[in-house]
């Protein structure tokens, strides 16, 4: 059985490869699918999310091919039955998420009913990470160490430009 992961992942954070990690005890073969986003400011674009994903995963060590990463603009119901997919991973953050999450998966199920969706909690420790809050804090220069890999700081720090002029990143010694 294979799964998608589809967000925006702008950027992914560490919350996002804490779904990924424990949905590959579940999953033999995970695809992380960047989908559209409707900020009208993201920090990435699309392929630039799509490379960073990859070179994240690279370094994770995953067993060959039990991660993949794609890119999709459509309905992911469409990516699914296109793909042979029959499981959509989502991440809870905390009950707030869980009602826009539902409303998704009830509205997926009408569009592809041979489609599961599967929500897990994030860890407990990471339940305020998000892609937003890492942009924001990264915009004041804030320690993001803590909350995505290096790889992502690196990308985060070439795009300083574009959160405002910031100063130079902060991070953990």
């Given at each position: 059985m294979r799964a998608i992961y589809?967000?925006?992942?702008?950027?992914?954070?560490?919350?996002?490869?804490?779904?990924l990690d424990r949905s590959l005890a579940i999953f033999p073969e995970i695809t992380i699918v960047v989908a559209g986003t409707g900020e009208k400011n993201p920090l990435f674009s699309p392929d630039e999310r799509v490379a960073l994903i990859?070179?994240?995963i690279a370094s994770r060590g995953y067993k060959p091919g039990a991660v993949k990463v794609d890119r999709?603009?459509?309905?992911?119901?469409e990516y699914a039955r296109e793909k042979k997919i029959s499981a959509v991973i989502r991440g809870l953050r905390a009950a707030?998420?869980?009602?826009?999450?539902?409303?998704m998966a009830s509205?997926?199920?009408?569009?592809?009913?041979?489609?599961?969706?599967?929500?897990?909690m994030?860890?407990?420790?990471?339940?305020?990470?998000?892609?937003?809050?890492?942009?924001e804090l990264a915009r004041?220069?804030?320690?993001?160490?803590?909350?995505?890999?290096?790889?992502?700081?690196?990308a985060v720090e070439k795009k300083?430009?574009?959160?405002?002029?910031?100063?130079t990143l902060k991070t953990r010694k």
């Open positions: 589809p967000g925006s992942f702008d950027p992914i954070t560490n919350g996002h490869l804490d779904i990859k070179e994240v999709w603009a459509g309905l992911i119901m707030s998420d869980f009602e826009y999450e539902f409303m509205m997926n199920k009408q569009l592809n009913p041979d489609v599961e969706t599967l929500f897990m994030t860890a407990q420790n990471l339940y305020f990470v998000s892609s937003s809050m890492i942009k004041y220069a804030g320690d993001i160490s803590g909350y995505v890999s290096k790889e992502v700081i690196a300083r430009d574009q959160l405002n002029n910031s100063p």
